[in-house]
């Protein structure tokens, strides 16, 4: 499995980005897709993930900002990103689970920046 992520950027706060990311490969052995952020200095930390079924989950952080959702037609996920704050600021990377969460897999990450 291949994961292509896009859409990071430079934008204010309170500003909004959206993050898609696209899967290439054996995508039927995929169940959950995720977004994960690593800021400078700091480890890597869940954000999102959505199920093939459509539940998501997010990170307590981003509760009632971010929304998570997938085309499975199009085997992508996205990351709508509103009310953006500095301490958003990370590298986004695309994950991709398969079932029974047995392998992972990253994509390359894309830079989001927040500016205060």
């Known amino acids: 499995v291949q994961l292509q992520a896009s859409g990071g950027g430079l934008v204010q706060a309170g500003g909004c980005l959206r993050l898609?990311?696209?899967?290439?490969?054996?995508?039927?052995?995929?169940?959950?897709m995720a977004w994960y952020r690593q800021a400078p200095g700091k480890q890597r930390e869940s954000v999102a993930e959505i199920t093939r079924g459509g539940s998501p989950n997010y990170a307590d952080s981003v509760k009632g900002r971010f929304t998570v959702s997938r085309d499975n037609a199009k085997n992508m996920v996205f990351l709508q990103m509103n009310n953006l704050k500095p301490e958003d600021t990370a590298v986004y990377f695309c994950n991709a689970k398969t079932w029974g969460r047995a392998l992972d897999y990253w994509g390359k990450g894309t830079l989001v920046t927040v500016s205060s």
């Open positions: 898609s990311c696209a899967a290439s490969g054996n995508t039927d052995s995929i169940n959950v």
